[in-house]
């Protein structure tokens, strides 16, 4: 039995007040392939940043045992005409463990361009990042998340825009780091793939759905409960008697 | 010997051409660097709106210690740290964007500055502090400049890592790092303190040129950062070194002849560099893969 290393503790998260995670309870373990499933506007995004420390909770806490995390957002702040090439981007992975100083020994160019090939990037990296397609940027930063080399990896949505042979790779990736015994909570919308690859789920439509094994978490009941919540804030809602 | 006469002959006979040199050479390794971060955190015209918090405060050091170094420094670095360091941690804070905050900041600046100058009645050579006087750079003027870009430098090499991922993607940075906020707002600190070094050479509104003219010669040169510092640094150099020349020699104003020099530089590199229009204009054929 791992200990638990990431505990929601009737978690709140959201935007002016308008909750988008509602009342979220319960512990993913060390070692969990945790995929976090549901509709747009579902709180799925807003959960990840909230783990990653980037929204400060409305309710509730999460405690995060865990001493480090990579976090790959869905639309992150990358400026994409930065003058630095595939390399050098990738590089900054390691930028948490050599810090402003610290020498980028033989072995971790090594690591580095093992990573840029691992994406099937190899050839790129002199290329400037400017130059790189949406899918192309996006294997990048997975290169980049390898080098983090975090025992906690946060995905959102890392298979928008990359084509089905890159996915399969991409996921051969994600599967190693599961049996590293990382933990890893990836958001996705192909329920195919959470099934086949996905041991398991979290169905969150800003109420928490189910959690547990995928086969018991994405059933057509739950699916439809999902389906049915409604995507707009209520601007005239009350305030919210369980937090009291 | 032509040649000498014409490059080399002023710098020898004149001492004021000399630190006029040397005061714009010190100005150039400060101050490009610091343009081309701008340019790369697409705040271009910071520089400018940074230069016009600066002014008042300068005036107002002028109006107290008159036509002394310290006084005007000293109100001019108050003035700029007031609004860069204001505007950077609102935009750090809120939904405020940081050019808006600068925009705020420093016209609140201006308008304090110019009422309080307007009700003084005093005669401000607001000229100088407009367009500077590099020709006029005496030990203790020209001390400050030196300081003030080899800190610069130094804070540069130390701070350059952060620095540059604080650029190329702030999310990821303040993910691994949490002095993201240190290195944008020192950053910010050193971009008012060479403003003010630059100001008494070039003036507030000249020295804007010098930061970001190289900045975008090097951008349109090189697509890798390294490079583009000492393209940026070289084309500053080489705009005051050219643009002393030419005002000596016929008889122009110097401050505004490095800037054009400067200028005619970016201009020049726009069409013909190699990520400049003439590559546009003249496609070649393209590739097989």
Known sequence: MSTPALAFRDLTLGYDRHPAVHHLDGTVKAGSLLAVVGPNGGGKSTLLKGIAGQLP?????????????????????????????????????????????????????????????????????????????????????????????????????????????TIVDLLV?????HREGRTILCVLHDLEVVRQHFPESLLIAREPIAWGPTATVLTDANLSRARSMSEAFDREAALCERAA | MLLYDLLIGPFIEFPFMRRALAGG?????????????LMLRRMSLIGDAMAHAILPGAALGFLIGGLSLGAMTLGGLVAGFSVALLAGAISRATLVKEDMALAAFYLLSLATGVLILSGAKANVDVLSLLFGSILALDDSTLLLIVSISSLTMVALALGYRGLVLECLDPGFAAGV????????????????????????ALGTLLVVGIMMLPAGTARLWSDDITAMLGIAV?????????????????????????????????IASLIAAPLGLLRRWLPRRHLEA
Do not use: K
């Not at chain 1, 361009?113 to 990296?125: C, K, P, Q, T």
């Not at chain 1, 990736?173 to 780091?177: F, L, M, V």
């Not at chain 2, 050479?25 to 971060?37: D, E, Q």
């Open chain 2, 25 to 37: 050479l010190a100005v150039s390794l400060g101050a490009a660097p610091i343009g081309l971060f």
């Open chain 1, 173 to 177: 990736i994600i599967e190693n780091w």
């Open chain 2, 177 to 200: 790092s949490r002095h993201g906020a240190l290195f944008h707002l020192g950053f910010l600190a050193l971009v008012v303190l060479n403003l003010v070094a630059g100001f008494h």
């Open chain 2, 234 to 266: 070289l084309a500053a150099m080489f705009a005051n070194l050219v643009g002393l020349l030419v005002s000596y020699h016929l008889g122009l104003a110097s401050g505004p002849a490095i800037i054009l020099v400067a200028g005619l530089t970016y």
């Open chain 1, 57 to 165: 909770s409305l309710g509730g806490s999460v405690a995060n045992g865990f001493p480090a995390l990579a976090y790959m957002p869905q639309i992150g702040d990358l400026s994409r005409d930065f003058p630095v090439s595939v390399f050098d981007l990738a590089l900054t992975g390691l930028c948490s463990r050599r810090g402003l100083f610290g020498r980028i020994s033989r072995s971790d160019r090594d690591r580095t361009y093992e990573a840029i090939g691992r994406v099937g990037l190899d050839g790129f990296e002199d290329r400037s990042i400017r130059t790189l397609s949406g899918g192309q940027l996006q294997r990048l930063l997975f290169a980049r998340l390898m080098l983090q080399d975090a025992p906690l990896i946060l995905l959102d949505e890392p298979f928008a825009a990359i084509d089905q042979r």
